[in-house]
């Protein structure tokens, strides 16, 4: 069964300084990583995937397969971050799995 | 391109009712999704699909039967809406696995 963690509910960071959102994942076949972000109260918004290995508004993730884990970090914390934040893991290779995501995590950044 | 369209927006509704959500995407996605988000609980999953036809279960599915008649159409129906209803409902779709998923506005619905 697919299943992704987020530890923290909510993480307070000042602005500029460097943000971690972790993320674990348990999945037995070969995984899928995203991270979501979603303003107040709006859709949610793809950020990452881990397969394209890109940078979006400065934050990255890498999968790490031997620690099942897809953190989430920027090196400067904006304002403009704080949102709530979601891990998803979907199945690489099998079309039937679908998106399973996390509880979430609340990043407040405080000026 | 209207991406991912779900009607209603709000939806006050009382114990007993039954209504349908709607969900319907122009991109001609095979993958759609219905997900529940409740606060300090995430997105939980309550059916999806892989195409036209074929649809299954999730996490929390109980209360919800689903159809996939369309490709572009995935609608929600509560069968009886009860108060642990209440919630903002998120319909979803992608091209295939891997490539992310593309979120509705979402419904609030409000069983009392």
Known sequence: AQRVTQPEKLLSVFKGAPVELKCNYSYSGSPELFWYVQYSRQRLQLLLRHISRESIKGFTADLNKGETSFHLKKPFAQEEDSAMYYCALSGLYSGNTPLVFGKGTRLSVIA | ?112
């Open chain 2, 1 to 112: 391109n209207a991406g991912v369209t779900q009607t209603p927006k709000f939806q006050v509704l009382k114990t007993g009712q039954s209504m349908t959500l709607q969900c319907a995407q122009d991109m001609n996605h095979e993958y759609m999704s219905w997900y529940r988000q409740d606060p300090g609980m995430g997105l939980r999953l309550i059916h999806y699909s892989v195409g036209a036809g074929i649809t299954d279960q999730g996490e929390v599915p109980n209360g919800y039967n689903v159809s996939r008649s369309t490709t572009e159409d995935f609608p929600l129906r509560l069968l009886s809406a009860a108060p642990s209803q209440t919630s903002v409902y998120f319909c979803a779709s992608s091209y295939q696995q891997g490539s992310g998923y593309t979120f509705g506005s979402g419904t609030r619905l409000t069983v009392v």
